[in-house]
C-alpha cells in the first residue's frame, strides 16, 4: 500500500477486506503498509500465513520490532526493493 498524506487512521485495516472483494485473499501471505506512528511501514502476515516468519529479520538495522510470535514488524525502511528484500529474508 503506497504511503499517502494524510493517511488513514488504521493503514492495513481495509486491505485483507480489499483482497476478499477483488478474489485474491487466497493468493497473498503478505502485507506491507505505511507505519502510522513513523515514516517507514509495516510488515504482516496475511490470514496468519506460516510462512512468514518475522523474528528472521528482527536483527537487521532498519527493523525496529519484530513481535516475538513473528506475525508483524515495523521498519523504517521506505524503498520497494528493500521492503521486498525483507519480506524474503522472513520467508520460511
Do not use: C, Q
Amino acid at each position: 500500500m503506497p504511503r499517502t498524506d494524510p493517511l488513514p487512521t488504521e493503514p492495513s485495516m481495509g486491505l485483507g477486506r480489499y483482497l476478499d472483494s477483488i478474489g485474491e485473499s487466497e493468493n497473498v501471505a503478505g502485507l506491507v503498509y505505511p507505519d502510522r506512528r513513523g515514516s517507514g511501514y509495516g510488515l504482516s502476515r496475511h490470514n496468519d500465513h506460516p510462512r512468514l516468519e518475522f523474528t528472521r529479520i528482527d536483527e537487521e538495522d532498519d527493523v525496529h520490532f519484530a513481535h516475538a510470535r513473528g506475525f508483524v514488524a515495523k521498519t523504517s525502511a521506505t524503498e520497494k526493493e528493500r521492503l521486498k528484500e525483507l519480506l524474503r529474508a522472513a520467508w520460511v
